[in-house]
């Protein structure tokens, strides 16, 4: 088997702010996985021809929900395609509850998947699209099942329409009810909230928790950062089809200490309080929007605070807001996807 072409960044990652080391080179003795792994991915690249989908992935992912994020072309369909057996790495393995989704098909039993597709049997009904999925799951009562499936991402079962008069939405909450109908121990949802209304959007949401907190692994992708944090903390980073990192979005942000932190602070004498500040020990920035609202720059938070509370009592000044900026999962994102930080590194 030829060797893969390099990276697309062709330089190393930093590591993920869990602590874990990145994936050893091809060919070293892999760390073990963290007890309880139910989803393996060890050193997992998939080409076509000179192009690069995904780069020498490495991760482990436990019960409960685990959101994937990055932007449209990063290689988070390709990966969870991989990951389902749908298709071969062309390095590494997977493995779900130790087996391989390529050749044991009791693995597949125990798999479900909402592709991002939006292809469904046009001839079909929602429940005999569902109930066909319990068939070949091999149910005792599909029609049970499927109907279940169906209220559970609330569908009537007994809607006669076919498949192509539902919306969007509802095509895709179809989708997901075939995908939960044999009651999986892994459940992968490739963007599964597209087309959703915000009701809908919550429901889904409160679904996928409520299947992680039941003991199932479920893997949610999305390019939509609000999606991924109502998802949950559990965030893994694709970009340019490598792992860029992994864990909790918040220590992800601790490592975002090469450049000021930025904060929102509202006060009735804003003005008065930013021309203080412009001087201020720490303070790299300073931008005043209308009368009241302040946008400060810093390089050291905890003195930020301290300082702002001081100034505020010398101008007697109230303080309506002092808010982080930087804590978000956008601001996580946008760091760890920008090109020129390889570069700074």
């Not at 963007?191 to 209304?197: F, I, K, R, S, Y």
């Not at 809908?200 to 928790?209: D, N, T, Y």
Request: proline letters at 11%.
């Amino acid at each position: 088997m030829p060797p893969p072409p390099p990276p697309p960044t062709g330089r190393p990652l930093p590591p993920p702010p869990t602590g874990r080391p990145l994936p050893p080179p091809h060919g070293a003795t892999p760390a073990p996985p963290p007890p309880g792994s139910v989803v393996v991915v060890d050193r997992v690249s998939k080409w076509f021809g000179d192009l690069v989908a995904v780069s020498d992935v490495s991760f482990a992912v436990q019960p409960g929900v685990t959101a994937l994020l990055g932007p449209n072309g990063a290689g988070k369909s390709t990966l969870m395609r991989v990951v389902c057996g749908l298709t071969p790495p062309s390095r590494g393995t997977v493995r779900i509850a130790g087996a391989d989704p390529r050749t044991d098909l009791e693995v597949m039993r125990r798999l479900g998947l909402v592709p991002q597709q939006d292809g469904v049997f046009e001839a079909l009904t929602a429940l005999e699209f569902v109930r066909l999925a319990a068939v070949l799951f091999g149910l005792p009562d599909p029609d049970a099942a499927a109907r279940n499936a169906l209220r559970v991402v609330e569908l009537d079962p007994d809607d006669g329409r076919r498949l192509p008069s539902y919306s969007k939405g509802m095509r895709q909450r179809v989708k997901i009810a075939q995908a939960i109908v044999h009651d999986p121990l892994v459940i992968i949802l490739d963007e599964p909230l597209t087309g959703l209304d915000p009701r809908q959007r919550l429901h889904m949401v409160s679904l996928f928790h409520r299947l992680g907190d039941q003991g199932r692994c479920v893997i949610v992708s999305s390019h939509v950062l609000d999606e991924v944090e109502r998802f949950g903390s559990r965030v893994l980073v694709i970009a340019q089809g490598r792992l860029a990192a992994e864990g909790d979005f918040r220590a992800i942000r601790d490592l975002m200490d090469d450049r000021p932190l930025r904060l929102r602070v509202r006060s009735d004498k804003g003005r008065a309080l930013a021309a203080r500040l412009v001087s201020a020990a720490g303070v790299v920035g300073v931008t005043l929007h209308g009368e009241y609202e302040i946008v400060v720059e810093t390089s050291d938070v905890v003195r930020f605070r301290d300082r702002i509370a001081r100034l505020a009592l010398e101008e007697q000044a109230r303080l309506y807001e002092v808010t982080p900026l930087d804590e978000d999962l956008e601001s996580v994102f946008r760091y760890l996807v920008d090109p020129t930080r390889a570069a700074r590194a």
